[in-house]
């Protein structure tokens, strides 16, 4: 009945259901790229270089005669891609760091507690930037950087509620009952935790979209001529006073998908918290 309830307030929250609607979206998009994609993303057409948007192109066409609105569809793969892999990998590293140190305590925390503070002392995006650099551009080089930053945030993420509930009376029942360390965190504990945890997944899904397009932009995520729509912002940013297109809906993609994320994450707290009333 409860969880009835807060999906029903859910339900009524316009901007999480818009969030919600253009997630699938993007989603689709990404997925039926092949069928909604009017031209094959790379193929040329020199009779409609910098074409602005109208018929022929309806996001116009780039400075080979490409059709934008394409490569922003192909686009799409690339970066939910690269975000469901990071935050898929940071999640389950993560998540066994948080919940090994919170439940262990001892050594095991402090340990684990130390590395996690080497990786937050250096800025999210920098360090993906220097991590990135170091492996060599490529969609892969992505995908390790986003792992690597997000899985300290997700390991404290975990930590702080199983701190309170390693503590709670029914955790020192099953124990007394003979249930091994093991069977505690993950039967008992876990399911207890999870909520925060798995908010904080889908705001970071968010985040690594556009710390994706910030690699692409500076070349370290996908390489042209595979469209990304990072390093379609950067192809276009010299040609923003005669051919601003080949920038803004790429732009506005990466806009769009962070924004709806978010929004989801938002309507996931309303769902999850049990504080929300």
Known sequence: ???????????????VVIGGLVALLIVGTALFANSLAPNPPDEQNFDLVESAPGTKALFGTDRFGRDVLSRV???????LYVAVVSIGIAMVVGGVLGLTGGYLGG??????NRVMDVFFSVPGLLLAVGIAAMRGPGVNSAVVAISIVYTPLFARVMRGPVLAEREKDYV???RALGATRLAVALKH????VI???????????????LIEASLSYLGLSAQPPTPSWGNMLNEGRTYLETAPWISVFPGIAIMLSVLAFNLIGDGLRDILDPNVQ
Do not use: C, E, H, K
């Open 172 to 174: 020192q029942a099953v």
């Open 107 to 112: 050594t095991w925390d402090n340990v684990i």
């Open 73 to 79: 569809i192909y686009g799409s793969r690339i970066s």
């Open 195 to 209: 909520s925060p945890f798995v908010v904080q997944g889908t705001i970071a899904f968010s985040q690594a979209i």
């Open 189 to 192: 504990v876990l399911p207890n």
């Open 1 to 15: 009945m409860q969880w009835g309830r807060q999906f029903r307030r859910v339900l009524r929250s316009t901007v």
